[in-house]
């Protein structure tokens, strides 16, 4: 095997579209003239939340060193503090609600620090215990 096609190989193609436009469209992906696998593939672009009009508030105190923070599309803001817990802001500011506690059982935190919303569970990683946990982003139950 000749040098030029072991580099060949293991070349890894990044392909960007730009959809500004709602609706149904088919990306076709041919390498020589030959589609890859699985081409063409059907995409469907879908009304998007304007993300940056959630909030008019600049600034939420949580706590001792804020390690993460995610936005529901409700409005409300999730920051989560080495502390031990993540507190829940409404729109304009005002904490709500607080989720877990300093401690390594269910519900508790180490260190709280990625946060990632999907639907209504938010998923919390602890960077000191090693573990993802996930919650209702409504109630705070842990699932």
Known sequence: MSRHHQLSSALVFMLV??????????????????????SPYQLSVKASRDYTTLTNQRSFDVGNNTTGVAV???????????????????????????YGS????????????????VGDRLYVSDVNLHRVQYFSATTGSVW
């Open 17 to 38: 579209a730009i959809i500004i436009s709602i609706g149904g469209y088919e990306l076709s992906v041919t390498v020589r003239g030959h589609h890859i696998k699985g």
């Open 72 to 98: 529901h599309t409700n409005g409300e803001v999730f920051a989560s503090s080495y502390d031990g817990f993540v507190q829940v802001f409404s729109e304009n500011g005002t904490a709500v609600r607080r």
């Open 102 to 117: 300093k401690g390594n059982g269910n519900g508790q935190f180490g260190c709280p620090q990625g946060l990632l919303l």
